[in-house]
């Protein structure tokens, strides 16, 4: 195999605006400059995670150069991205490879969590809690899940009691992404009092006060500690802290779940471009037998269904982007994008270890770490079980 292979199925035209071209440029350069200075400095790497300090001075910097927020509505500092301009932006971050992909736009604790909730927010909540986490000066997680309140999102255990101008919180949120490292918590607590009715609210908690704490020692399989428990004994909110009404807390979390789940897909295509062109590049350069491994027929099979996969998961969300912008619900498609491209790059990833042969089992080998991350995405922001559901109910309706 020639070392100056066609790159072309690797750099397709681009689909998106000039104003998305020009941060893909500039945002390549920040993380594989800057930040891959900072990372090789630190000794971070995507099992190494960076301390809270060092991700609030790549919060600030982001910020700095008009990055983080770009995500926000416009009238909180947003550049206005289209569905599609978005997602190839995030496409083009985790295609960089860099173990700073998840935290350079905030997408773990910052402004993609609060930017849905401004229309929601009281003037006091966009002061106290919205506007810090725009600025880079906060960080904010979003807590629902529980060990009874995974895909069946409505039955939260957590209980907000109102007692006069507050409400007293206490249960436990499990697997709660970016809660080592944020401030306050956007969380679901049940307001019902009757366990037979389910009355989810959302509310503003801040991690440090009294009856709080955030229990973060565990790893996920793809070794990175973003995840943590949060416990809440008698925690007290004033009431005050409550976003939107009583028993809107779903319709609130869920509110823009075809947009999010779509937007889960740019970081699985992302990541799987890392995987096929490690895999490309080691069959082009190992030998075996006297020759590149990559002219076995073998080999080169591999790749070919490793690039179709990655085309057509592309595909497809960059088709669910479009149609998401023309005003289309999507609800069914956004799950079949989030299926597909969860599912696909997970193969992707099998086969670029199969490439590697020893060298793609050993830990601490990107394909390794790639490896476990894109099974992750095949359980995270719902399952794939769970949008097969979707498409079904869609497909269905109440034939089912």
């Not at 009281?122 to 895909?151: D, M, N, W």
């Not at 918590?185 to 307001?191: D, E, H, K, R």
């Not at 190992?286 to 085309?311: K, N, V």
Request: one cysteine or more; charged letters at 25%.
């Amino acid at each position: 195999m020639k070392a100056n292979a066609n790159t072309a199925l690797l750099e397709r035209p681009f689909e998106g605006s000039d104003k998305a071209a020009d941060l893909i440029a500039r945002l390549t350069e920040f993380l594989t400059g800057e930040l891959a200075e900072l990372a090789q400095t630190q000794g971070i790497d995507h099992e190494n995670s960076p301390s809270r300090e060092t991700l609030r001075s790549v919060w600030q910097r982001s910020r700095e150069l008009g990055f983080y927020g770009m995500t926000l509505p416009e009238k909180l500092g947003g550049a206005g991205l289209s569905t599609l301009d978005h997602a190839l932006v995030k496409e083009a971050i985790y295609a960089c490879g860099s173990p700073f992909a998840p935290h350079v736009l905030g997408e773990l604790s910052g402004p993609p969590r609060v930017g849905a909730l401004a229309r929601q927010a009281t003037p006091h909540q966009l002061e106290r809690y919205i506007l810090p986490v725009a600025r880079a000066e906060k960080a904010i997680c979003f807590a629902l899940t529980e060990a009874e309140a995974g895909s069946d999102a409505g039955a939260v255990q957590t209980q907000a009691v109102r007692e006069g101008d507050d409400f007293v919180i206490t249960g436990r949120k499990r697997f709660i992404s970016g809660s080592p490292f944020a401030d306050a918590a956007v969380l679901m607590a049940s307001t019902s009092t009757d366990p037979s009715q389910r009355e989810v609210t959302a509310f503003f908690v801040e991690l440090d006060q009294p009856g709080v704490r955030v229990e973060s020692g565990y790893k996920t399989m793809a070794g990175q500690s973003h995840t943590g428990d949060i416990l809440l004994e008698g925690c007290r909110v004033p009431a005050a802290n409550m976003i939107g009404e009583p028993g809107r807390g779903l319709a609130l979390a869920l509110g823009r779940i075809t947009v999010n789940r779509l937007l889960h897909c740019p970081a699985m295509v992302g990541l799987a471009t890392v995987a096929l062109r490690d895999a490309r590049d080691y069959a082009m350069h190992r030998r075996q037998f006297g020759r590149s491994i990559g002219q076995f027929q073998a080999i080169q099979h591999m790749l070919a269904d490793m690039a179709t996969d990655l085309t057509a998961a592309r595909s497809l969300m960059l088709a669910v982007a479009r149609q998401i912008d023309a005003g289309s619900e999507a609800r069914a498609e956004a799950s079949m994008a989030k299926l597909f491209c969860s599912e696909a790059a997970f193969r992707i990833a099998d086969k670029a270890v199969q490439i590697h042969g020893g060298e793609g089992i050993v830990q601490g080998r990107r394909v390794e770490f790639l490896f476990r991350m894109l099974r992750m995405y095949r359980v995270l922001t719902g399952t794939s079980e769970i949008q097969r559901n979707t498409i079904a109910r869609e497909l269905l309706g109440d034939a089912r």
